[in-house]
């Protein structure tokens, strides 16, 4: 996202090919070179806000050494930072860029650059969406177009169901009082509150959730050879 407040990516995406997620889940992260088709270099982000922790999200991040974005502040809630402290994840993404003295840790609703993030714990214990006035970036809050429909419905990576399901039912409260999509990382469009599963909620040239024009969400993603192994991240579509 791009205003005069600056340069804000909301999550780091799979990551490159041969990285744990990626071998995972079967497919390589795109993000760099996406970034670059629209004018974008890895100097230009002034902030990186992670929705939570978990590997196809924090791909990118850093490459285990250094964060891959040299200018940028990344933005963490602090429940999510001492959920996964010490574990792998955090010393393979996380620990880099604490060490580089480029981590932000938040507590609850803060304000960023002209957008709200708003704790949605149940994915994870430290879980935030982002607020705009274009979208709600729910990260892993719905993980399938029909939960925007039936938010009970849970899933199996959720740490906590049922705290997970309010969150689904005050994001998507929230969308609906803002008349704003929800961006949510895993279904390939964006979703309305109570919209059918399936249906097209693609952004017309106004901006605005209509048939035809641009995706809102850009896909990370690209085939790579062997099957995945499971761990620190949260597939698509496993109700």
């Known amino acids: 996202m791009s205003s005069g407040d600056g340069l804000v990516l909301v999550d780091a995406g799979v990551g490159p090919a041969g990285g744990e997620a990626a071998e995972w ?28 922790v978990h590997l196809d999200h924090v791909g990118w991040a850093s490459d285990g050494v250094r ?52 704790p949605t714990p149940g994915h994870t214990p430290g879980h935030q969406a982002v607020v705009t006035e274009r979208a709600i970036l729910g990260g892993d809050v719905l993980v399938h177009p029909a939960q925007a429909r039936w938010p009970e419905l849970t899933y199996v990576y959720e740490r ?13 409260a929230m969308a609906a009082a803002l008349g704003v999509p929800i961006a949510a990382a895993h279904p390939s469009n964006a979703l309305q509150p109570g919209a059918p599963p399936g ?41």
């Open 25 to 52: 889940l079967g497919v390589a992260g795109r993000l760099p070179g996406l970034l670059g088709r629209v004018g974008v270099e890895v100097a230009d982000v002034d902030a990186v806000v992670l929705t939570h």
């Open 160 to 172: 906590d169901p049922a705290t997970a399901v309010t969150s689904r039912r005050e994001v998507l």
């Open 67 to 118: 964060p891959l974005f040299p200018r940028a502040e990344y933005v963490v809630q602090r429940d999510e930072v001492e959920h996964v402290r010490g574990g792998a994840t955090y010393l393979s993404r996380i620990r880099p860029i604490e060490e580089a003295g480029q981590l932000r840790v938040v507590d609850g609703e803060t304000a960023l650059r002209g957008m709200r993030l708003v």
């Open 199 to 239: 249906a097209d909620r693609t952004q017309g040239a106004d901006g605005r959730p209509g048939a035809g024009g641009t995706q809102l969400l850009p896909v990370d993603v690209a085939p790579v050879e062997g099957p995945g192994t499971g761990g620190d991240v949260c597939p698509p579509y496993k109700l």
